[in-house]
């Protein structure tokens, strides 16, 4: 019997990636919901070629053009945010594929989990932001968690079968595309240099997180929700190959790592057909290609941004919640040309050492320490110019 999928952020890169897998298996899925932000084009695209019953545009000034593009068809267009948390509840799909980017992607992860279905994760902010509300809503629930993130797909893997305490979860990293700028340099890249990523093919937002290594600290308050680890028990190294996707060490000493080539198509494949895996035979991994791999110590002082996703962790309550809502305003500004890239975690700071702080947040307080984190990063950014 097929899976039926709703596709949140369909035309981003996870989302294409995974019709990518729905295209190479159509006799486990059909993808029967799509969703996009603003890119109401391709979207159509995408549901001509899927056949969906359903899109869903986020942004409201582009559902006539949608529905226009869409009338010869059968497929129900709708629009808005809520539509999308909607549709991500709603009873005509088995699987939750969340590919959004950011905050927007706390709400329809709640709906997805409260319908009691299984949700394929790629948007980490659900976990980062909302992770004390989730994660118990996923087990009242039983609804199952996949992480698509190729660190925690990789953790996912080690831990398959073991029984065994854990010592240590080992969360590797590329470095981004800056990681061989030296640090005096940093307050004059350019917007072009911070998106060049040296492994991984991703969206912009994502990729500067990576060059900031925001991105890292919210991989580490991701795999503590996943997989009940504390902070002291995760670490992070570089490894620039990007082929060690991330590592476990027990309490024996003996650690498992999952190894492959750079592609998000194998975390995705597996979160939606686990426990089986994809046939691929066109992947190939040579390691006679890759003679060499290395690991080394993260600069802590070039990116000040995982110590501060740490301190974040330990803190909890609303405080990876402002550090999100901040880095977001201050990313798209560096994308916009309106900040340096060095301004991006000083908007993070400037946030955290002003924002209110919620021991015990509900979904309401999350939603109050969003907007007034935004408010603070844009008050920091105002004032540098």
């Given amino acids: 019997m097929k899976q039926s999928l709703a596709i949140l952020g369909s035309t981003g890169s996870i989302g294409e990636q995974t019709l990518d897998i729905v295209r190479e298996n159509p006799d486990r899925f059909e993808a029967r919901v799509l969703t996009a932000h603003s890119r109401w084009e ?19 000034r582009c559902y006539a053009p949608l529905r226009d593009a869409l009338a010869d068809t059968d497929t129900k267009v709708y629009a808005g945010a809520d539509a999308v948390a909607q549709i991500a509840a709603a009873g005509d799909t088995q699987v939750v594929v969340n590919a ?62 073991e029984r065994a305490p854990v010592r240590r979860l080992i ?24 998106l060049r990523h040296p492994q991984w093919s991703m969206g912009a937002k994502i990729t500067i997180d990576s060059s900031t290594l925001v991105n890292k600290g919210f991989e580490v308050i991701e795999a503590h929700w996943l997989f009940g680890t504390p902070a002291e028990r995760i670490s992070v190294l570089l490894h620039p190959q990007s082929i060690v996707h991330s590592m476990v060490e027990f309490e024996d000493g003996a650690i498992k790592a999952q190894l492959g080539t750079p592609d998000m198509r194998m975390p995705i494949s597996l979160a939606l057909m686990y426990p089986d895996r994809a046939s691929r035979p066109q992947e190939r991994f040579d390691f006679l290609a890759h003679p060499q791999l290395t690991f080394a110590e993260v600069d802590r002082t070039k990116y000040p941004a995982l110590d501060i996703a740490y301190d974040c962790l330990r803190r909890g309550g609303t405080a990876a919640c402002t550090m999100n809502g901040a880095n977001e305003v201050a990313v798209a500004a560096f994308l916009a040309r309106r900040c340096r890239w060095t301004e991006i975690v000083r908007a993070i700071a400037y946030a955290l050492e002003r924002a209110p702080f919620v021991a015990r947040p509900t979904l309401d307080d999350l939603a109050a320490s969003d907007a007034e984190a935004r408010r603070l990063a844009a008050e920091y950014l105002a004032s540098v110019g």
């Fill in 42 to 60: 391709r979207l159509a695209e995408q549901a001509r070629a899927f056949d969906a019953d359903t899109v869903v545009i986020a942004d409201e």
């Fill in 100 to 161: 959004l980017v950011g905050y927007a992607g706390l709400a329809p992860t709640v709906a997805a989990l409260s319908a009691g279905k299984k949700l394929a994760l790629a948007n980490k902010e659900s976990l980062v932001v909302g992770g004390a509300c989730v994660m118990p809503l996923a087990a009242e629930k039983r609804a199952p968690i996949l992480p698509i993130d190729s660190e925690h797909s990789a953790i996912f893997q080690c831990l398959a079968g």
């Fill in 171 to 194: 969360v590797t990293c590329s470095g981004g595309a800056l990681r061989d700028v030296p640090a005096e340099r940093l307050a004059d890249v350019t917007v072009d240099e911070a």
